[in-house]
């Protein structure tokens, strides 16, 4: 048995949820979110409680096994997602290198002849706190926010893997609490012998 998927879950107050036909919907202040539930998996909602349990119909089936932890962690993602939402904090290092939103695309010069641009998924929003770089120190920063996590989780790591961070000076894109293993450049001799 999962002990994860044996763990509770909490349902806030400002959240609904409902069970229809193999199918658990999610409403909160932020928005709405519908899965599709395993038959292997029973899903029990107490209102009265506010607390939800994840059952396995099937504990020595692995396959049941494995969805009960899983089936879990997701709909306790859908309820905080309604509720409070999901943000990645993303920073671009490197002299030159800007980040900006035009017509539902966040367009970003990061040191290629030519802007990237990425299409902003719908549910996804993306909010610039400083556009441009300044050197090499100071970084152009922006967020991705939205409810569902696979989403933002997605979209920030296509954003990053345009340009990661190289180990020598740090430049490229990074999330924000990143930390980069630097090496050491070439040291080249004074003179020669």
């Known amino acids: ?33 519908e899965m599709d539930c395993p038959p292997s998996i029973n899903i029990k909602v107490d209102d009265s409680t506010g607390r939800i349990l994840v059952e396995n119909k099937h504990p020595k089936d692995n396959h049941a ?38 017509a539902g695309k966040l367009i970003c010069q990061v040191g290629f002849s030519h802007p990237v641009e990425f299409k902003i998924p719908k549910g996804v929003k993306v909010k610039i706190e400083v556009g441009a770089t300044k050197g090499n120190d100071v970084p152009a920063k922006f967020s991705v926010s939205g409810i569902d996590k696979q989403l933002v989780g997605q979209f920030v790591s ?12 740090g430049k490229g894109i990074r999330y924000a609490d990143e930390h980069i293993k630097r ?11």
């Open 1 to 33: 048995m999962s002990r994860i998927g044996k763990q509770l879950i909490i349902i806030p107050g400002s959240v609904k949820v409902e069970q229809k036909s193999g199918k658990i919907g999610v409403s909160g202040p932020l928005g709405e979110m």
């Open 65 to 102: 096994n494995e969805l009960h932890g899983t089936i879990r962690s997701l709909i306790a993602n859908m309820i905080t997602g309604v509720s409070r939402g999901f943000e990645k904090k993303m920073e671009i290092y490197g002299s030159g290198y800007n980040v900006k939103e035009q």
């Open 158 to 169: 296509v954003i990053r893997k345009i340009r990661p961070p190289e180990p020598y000076q």
């Open 183 to 193: 090496k050491v450049g070439k040291a080249f001799a004074a003179g020669t012998a």
